[in-house]
């Protein structure tokens, strides 16, 4: 089975700018996670899909949204690129059932912004 | 606010010795506890799974939990250089389906010849 893949891998956008990163993941996973790290802050959760629907929210500003699609390729958005916003996004996929909390990450997609 | 805390590093140890690394969570209702792998520059790669408190092993790595004391460690033995990398200790938040994980701020170790 192929892995959770991401793209784009690398990313330069400058202040102010938007910026959407994608995901795909394994194939029969249908719940999407996206984190951020950074080497200050660590691994932290943003968000979590499941058919289509964000079930869960990190504690991050509004200007960080996703979405899911019926393939459950998914999708997140920030808004308004400030330079804190610079790290290693990465999305895992999870095959949700019993005993399956397992989620597998992506390569990431790093972000910088100038 | 969910808390992992992993023991402070970097830890270094001699090749072939065993390593141990600790981490405990403010989570009482968690139920799934993870370690991942971190090489530099890359993104984590999943060493263990655990449920149920007492040890569970795969190949030179064993996993312990204890949710009395609120407590997961991962024992690498025979360590090689190749573990060097930092680990993560990872939960699922407890009393939900969904899978958010807060994890730990990582331990980096260095395994020398």
């Known amino acids: 089975k192929a892995g959770v893949t991401q793209t784009p891998r690398y990313l330069i956008k400058t202040r102010g700018q938007q910026v959407t990163l994608s995901c795909s993941p394994i194939?029969?996973?249908?719940?999407v996670s996206w984190y951020q790290q950074t080497p200050g802050q660590g691994l932290q959760f943003l968000f979590e899909?499941?058919?289509?629907?964000?079930?869960n929210k990190g504690n991050f500003p509004g200007r960080f949204s996703g979405r899911q699609f019926s393939n459950s390729r998914s999708e997140m958005n920030v808004s308004t690129l400030e330079l804190g916003d610079s790290a290693l996004y990465l999305c895992?996929?999870?095959?949700?059932?019993?005993?399956?909390?397992?989620?597998?990450f992506g390569p990431g997609t790093r972000l910088t912004v100038l | 606010q969910k808390e992992v805390e992993q023991n402070s590093g970097p830890l270094s140890v001699p090749e072939g010795a065993i390593a141990s690394l600790n981490c405990t969570y403010s989570?009482?209702?968690?139920?799934?506890f993870f370690w991942y792998r971190q090489y530099s520059g890359k993104s984590p790669e999943l060493i263990m799974s655990?449920?149920?408190?007492g040890d569970k092993e795969d190949g030179r790595f064993t996993a312990q939990l204890n949710k009395a004391s609120q407590y997961v460690s991962l024992l690498i033995r025979d360590s090689q250089p190749s573990d060097s990398a930092t680990y993560l200790c990872?939960?699922?938040?407890?009393?939900?389906?969904?899978?958010?994980?807060?994890f730990g701020q990582g331990t980096i170790l260095t395994v020398h010849p």
């Open positions: 895992a996929s999870r095959q949700s059932g019993l005993r399956t909390d397992t989620q597998y």
């Open positions: 194939s029969g996973h249908r719940s």
């Open positions: 899909y499941f058919s289509e629907t964000q079930r």
């Open positions: 989570d009482r209702v968690s139920q799934s």
């Open positions: 655990i449920y149920s408190n």
């Open positions: 990872a939960v699922k938040d407890g009393g939900t389906s969904y899978g958010k994980l807060t």
